[in-house]
């Protein structure tokens, strides 16, 4: 039976994402994906980005099974890592040794909208421990600014959001780089995103 799952979103924006990632990623080391979903945007990051070792996780046992199925589908077996069980807010961490010693960058895509503020707050306590000087952490997803909506879209998408979870919602760009700086990263760059998303690179100090 075919595993793998396919999200739409995914195939729309995972070329533009993956072109700022090349910009700014190092050329080699691993990178850690928190709630990789279905697994298509690992397997095209780990294509186009072949000098990284990507290791997707979820906590969703559907989702890990989607990657997997997703690996073997693109043949990726003998490259990359099978996906690992990671809820960001049940830390530490249990990250595989190879991956946390190399670690350069971790990545969320989607993710800060559709959790509470305290997954955010978990991934930025995560990121200072497990991520060295320099290294970057990347969040990809719509985001206010100063408070304000950048588009119509986004704020339906917002009220959307919060009728179904009174606690997800659209993050403030203010309030995430204020958390990133409280744990020791530095604002590297705000790149705007096809769609009203953004993507937000901090370097760790």
Known sequence: MDERLFFSATERNRKHIAKVLYRFLPKMGSV???????GEHAVYFQKN????????????????????????????????????????EDYPWQLPLNISTNLIAIVAINLLHISN???????????????????????????????LHTSESNLLFDQSLRSRNSNWGVRDLNEVSNLAVLNGFIDKATVDMPANNMLLIYKKR
């Open 117 to 147: 503020w305290s997954c955010t707050i978990s991934l930025f306590n995560a990121a200072k421990q497990y991520l060295n000087k320099d290294s970057l952490l990347f969040l990809y997803g719509p985001f206010k600014k100063g408070g």
């Open 49 to 88: 980005l072949p000098n990284c070792l990507w290791q997707a996780s979820d906590p969703d046992i559907l989702h890990r099974r989607s990657i997997n199925a997703w690996i073997e589908f693109e043949g990726l077996n003998n490259h990359m890592p099978k996906s690992i069980y990671l809820d960001v």
């Open 32 to 38: 850690l994906e928190v709630a990789s979903g279905s």
